[in-house]
């Protein structure tokens, strides 16, 4: 029974991009499309070369923001508030979710690589708005960005949760390497599964697998 794999949980880890809305939503489009703007306006490179950029530091840094704070000495305060600045009509309220999610016991945090008052206006388009415990973002892990463990041991020294258990629900397979090896239970949310020891379970859909665990 899923529900026995989770028993020892009393803190479920949230991500919160294409995790805790489904990505056919396309939100983190919009956000691509500032990323790349904001690297072409600031480095003085056309468009082509920043989302070349963008996606290169992405895959080597584990945020593009990561790569431009390495290897261009960035500000991160107003490129955040810069890429954050679009559209949430794309996003719509999920009531069975926010139901499964009230349902789990124990504390409930969200941990996102984008900062927390982006974060929380995701949350309030999706209805989810007063679920969670903690929003954790960026600025909080000294924008370290996942998949760094120190980013991870950061934020859950500053929340107080003992990762033997916590529970962490990502998209990104590669953000859940070091939960798995600081001894939390992981959950892939992805269309496609990745499979890899440091995945103990995967699903394409946040809501139904919520719904398998807590019967609601």
Do not use: C
Not at 136 to 163: I, M
Request: cysteine-free.
């Amino acid at each position: 029974m899923l529900a026995e794999q989770f028993r020892h949980v009393r803190t479920w880890v949230f991500d919160l991009d294409n995790t805790l809305y489904p990505p056919r939503m396309r939100l983190f489009d919009q956000i691509e499309k500032r990323m790349t703007a904001y690297v072409a306006r600031t480095l003085g490179v056309t468009e082509e070369v920043a989302d070349h950029l963008r996606d290169t530091y992405w895959r080597l840094h584990g945020t593009t923001l990561a790569g431009l704070m390495a290897e261009h000495a960035l500000d991160p305060t107003p490129y955040l508030a810069d890429v954050h600045d679009i559209d949430f009509s794309v996003l719509s309220p999920d009531p069975v979710l926010a139901a499964r999610i009230a349902a789990l016991p124990g504390r409930r945090i969200v941990y996102t690589n984008a900062d927390a008052p982006y974060a929380r206006r995701v949350l309030t388009a999706r209805g989810l708005e007063g679920l969670f415990d903690a929003v954790y973002g960026v600025e909080h892990a000294d924008y370290r960005p996942k998949p760094e463990r120190q980013a991870f041991e950061t934020v859950f020294a500053l929340d107080g949760l003992d990762p033997a258990t916590a529970a962490m629900f990502e998209d990104d397979a590669r953000n859940l390497a070091a939960p798995h090896a600081m001894g939390m239970r992981t959950v892939h949310i992805a269309p496609e599964p990745e499979p890899a020891p440091h995945i103990h379970f995967h699903d394409t859909d946040l809501t139904d697998f919520l719904g398998r665990l807590t019967g609601v």
